[in-house]
T-cell receptor, first 116, second 111 residues
Framework: KAGVTQTPRYLIKTRGQQVTLSCSPI?????VSWYQQTPGQGLQFLFE???????NKGNFPGRFSGRQFSNSRSEMNVSTLELGDSALYLC???????????????FGEGSRLTVL | DQQVKQNSPSLSVQEGRISILNCDYT??????FLWYKKYPAEGPTFLIS?????DKNEDGRFTVFLNKSAKHLSLHIVPSQPGDSAVYFC??????????FGQGTELSVKP
C-alpha cells in the first residue's frame, strides 16, 4: 500500500513569490491535514480537508490556503512568501470517516521550503 | 497559545535504561492523546495512543501514562535502544477536533 506522497520534496523561493505544494494521500483515505514544522515550534496545524471541504483551520494568515480534489489529493498554497515561512510542510492522511480525525495520522516525508 | 507543551527539548539516556518523555496540556476538552516518533528526513510515525477513559496503555517497550487531574501524560520506553533515538511528539485532540502537537523532544540513546 503506497504511503502519503508529497511533492516537491525540496524547493527554494524568494520573498514575495508564491508556492504550491501537493499531497497524495493513502488510497481510501478521505481526510488530509497539513502541518508546518519549524525548530522550537513543533508541528503547527494549518488545515484539514475531508471530502473536498475544509473541516478545521489553524491560526495562520490568509496567505496560507488549501484545497482538496475529488480524488482526495490536496494542495496547499502560500502567497507572498516571507522569510519566516521557511519550514518543513507535512501532509498527513487518515480515513476520517467518523468526523473525528483522531487515531493514526499517516504522514508524508514533507516538503522542505526555503525562502531567501 | 500552546495547548500541548513538551518542556524538554532534548533528553539523553543510556542504552538499556528507561526513557521518560513528558507532555502537558491545558485544554480539558482533549480526550484522546497520541505519541509520534520522527526520524530525520522522514515524516512522523504513530507510536502509541491513549483515550481519556484510561490511565495507562502499553505496547511492548512503550507505555503511555495519562494523569487527567494534572493534565499530564508521559511516554516510558523500557529498555531504551539506540534505534529509539528520534524526535518524539505528543499530540492531543478534543472530540471532533483537530490534532494538536507539542514542540517535540529529541531523545538520544547512547550505547
Amino acid at each position: 500500500k503506497a504511503g502519503v506522497t508529497q511533492t516537491p520534496r525540496y524547493l527554494i523561493k524568494t520573498r514575495g513569490q508564491q508556492v504550491t505544494l501537493s499531497c497524495s494521500p493513502i488510497s481510501g483515505h478521505r481526510s488530509v491535514s497539513w502541518y508546518q514544522q519549524t525548530p522550537g515550534q513543533g508541528l503547527q496545524f494549518l488545515f484539514e480537508y475531508f471530502s473536498e471541504t475544509q473541516r478545521n483551520k489553524g491560526n495562520f494568515p490568509g496567505r496560507f490556503s488549501g484545497r482538496q480534489f475529488s480524488n482526495s489529493r490536496s494542495e496547499m498554497n502560500v502567497s507572498t512568501l516571507e522569510l519566516g515561512d521557511s519550514a518543513l510542510y507535512l501532509c498527513a492522511s487518515s480515513k476520517g470517516t467518523s468526523g473525528r480525525n483522531t487515531g493514526e495520522l499517516f504522514f508524508g516525508e514533507g516538503s522542505r521550503l526555503t525562502v531567501l | 497559545d500552546q495547548q500541548v507543551k513538551q518542556n524538554s527539548p532534548s533528553l539523553s539516556v543510556q542504552e538499556g535504561r528507561i526513557s521518560i518523555l513528558n507532555c502537558d496540556y491545558t485544554n480539558s476538552m482533549f480526550d484522546y492523546f497520541l505519541w509520534y516518533k520522527k526520524y530525520p528526513a522522514e515524516g512522523p510515525t504513530f507510536l502509541i495512543s491513549i483515550s481519556s477513559i484510561k490511565d495507562k496503555n502499553e505496547d511492548g517497550r512503550f507505555t503511555v501514562f495519562l494523569n487527567k487531574s494534572a493534565k499530564h501524560l508521559s511516554l516510558h520506553i523500557v529498555p531504551s535502544q539506540p534505534g529509539d533515538s528520534a524526535v518524539y511528539f505528543c499530540a492531543a485532540s478534543p472530540q471532533g477536533g483537530k490534532l494538536i502537537f507539542g514542540q517535540g523532544t529529541e531523545l538520544s540513546v547512547k550505547p
